[in-house]
């Protein structure tokens, strides 16, 4: 089978094809052929070989996102059955309950090897299938920006019809934020450096938007369009560098979602956060400052079942072939894309 390793990414920004031999399911694992896979901020930290201080070895395998289907199972495995459509999250152990940091130790394309290749053998017990209404490349969007924005704004933010919510940028988890919150009634700020960006974020359902770039002080904005008293929500997927105008932005009570790890996107650079002062805003507007891990398989049951009801479809910019991954990655670096980019094996 065709592989995609890191090989000498750091240096040369490409990943290296090469031929591996066909994996075999042990005990309790599934054989999937993967169909499609997505290209995530994460996944450029994990190429890069600065993910978190664990650096993967040149022959890794890298990319998160998955969408497949069964071809063949190991001893003992009754959960799936060859031919099944199926996706599982990236931290697999984290099947249901709370989060726990060891679950970190044993994550899909970063402590093990990733997507970006035409077979993977999996633990059966993570699979949840995939509904008819998506297709492999829409399911593959899924597992770490929409399930991110799914426990942001749903499972940890509790979103409400008439709340505002403040959602950063145009990125993959901004944009699932957005439609998450809209499918429960919220009012949806979005923030971008581009207003043909915030353009197409109107025509995909935000209410206001803000550049900012041309109004770095988006909070004041924020505050402008909400009569002074500040967004209920506000969905951080920058980083610490905008923890202090989240702050500001943020109405009584509100939550916010802290989600990213700057820097964002290549090349971009932040001001040093000054957060000190700032956070008496915690106290004196009662705001719950709550970090984000991705989510649950249960949760990710739950996102699954809301699409199907809702027929609520991801916001795709383009679709690449496995042979042009190098070119999808490069078009991501770039910073032009708005939602998700996919990179499909046929
Ligand atoms: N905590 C978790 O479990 C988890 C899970 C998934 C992702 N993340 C993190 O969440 C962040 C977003 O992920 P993603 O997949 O959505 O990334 P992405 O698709 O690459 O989108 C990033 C977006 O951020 C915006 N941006 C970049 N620099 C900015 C700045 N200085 N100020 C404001 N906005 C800026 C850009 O929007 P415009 O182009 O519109 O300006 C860009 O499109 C990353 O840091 C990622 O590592 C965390």
Request: net charge negative; aromatic share 6%.
């Amino acid at each position: 089978m065709k592989a995609y390793e890191i090989g000498d990414f750091p240096s040369t920004g490409a990943l290296t094809l090469v031929e591996r031999p066909d994996p075999v399911p042990g005990p309790g694992e599934a054989l999937i052929r993967v169909r499609a896979t997505g290209v995530n901020a994460r996944d450029f930290s994990i190429m890069k070989r600065v993910f978190f201080g664990n650096p993967a070895p040149t022959t890794h395998i890298p990319l998160s996102d998955n969408a497949g289907d069964v071809i063949a199972v190991g001893p003992g495995v009754t959960e799936v059955k060859p031919g099944d459509r199926v996706t599982m999250c990236h931290y697999w152990r984290w099947l249901d309950g709370p989060w726990d940091e060891s679950m970190r130790n044993d994550d899909f394309a970063n402590t093990r090897d990733g997507f970006l290749v035409e077979q993977a053998v999996v633990p059966a017990v993570a699979l949840l299938p995939i509904p008819d209404c998506l297709t492999y490349e829409q399911a593959s969007t899924l597992q770490s920006a929409g399930l991110t924005a799914w426990q942001a704004v749903v499972e940890a933010g509790r979103a409400k019809p008439g709340e505002t919510l403040v959602t950063i940028g145009t990125g993959g988890v901004s944009v699932f934020a957005m439609q998450w919150a809209k499918m429960l009634g919220a009012r949806v700020i979005v923030t971008s450096s581009s207003d043909e960006k915030l353009e197409r974020m109107r025509e995909l359902g935000a209410d206001e938007t803000i550049n900012y770039r041309a109004t770095p002080e988006w909070w004041e904005a924020v505050m402008d369009l909400t009569g002074g008293r500040g967004a209920n929500l506000v969905v951080n997927n920058v980083g610490n560098g905008e923890v202090d105008r989240c702050l500001k932005a943020s109405a009584s009570g509100g939550r916010i979602l802290h989600i990213g790890s700057d820097p964002v996107t290549p090349g971009r650079q932040y001001a040093p956060p000054q957060l000190p002062s700032r956070l008496a805003l915690l106290i004196l507007r009662d705001l719950t400052l709550k970090g984000v891990i991705v989510g649950s398989r249960r949760m990710f049951a739950d996102l699954l079942k809301a699409m199907e009801t809702h027929n609520i479809k991801p916001v795709i910019d383009r679709v690449y072939d496995f042979a042009q991954a190098n070119d999808a990655i490069a078009y991501v670096a770039g910073g032009e894309k708005l939602g998700k980019v996919v990179i499909r094996m046929g």
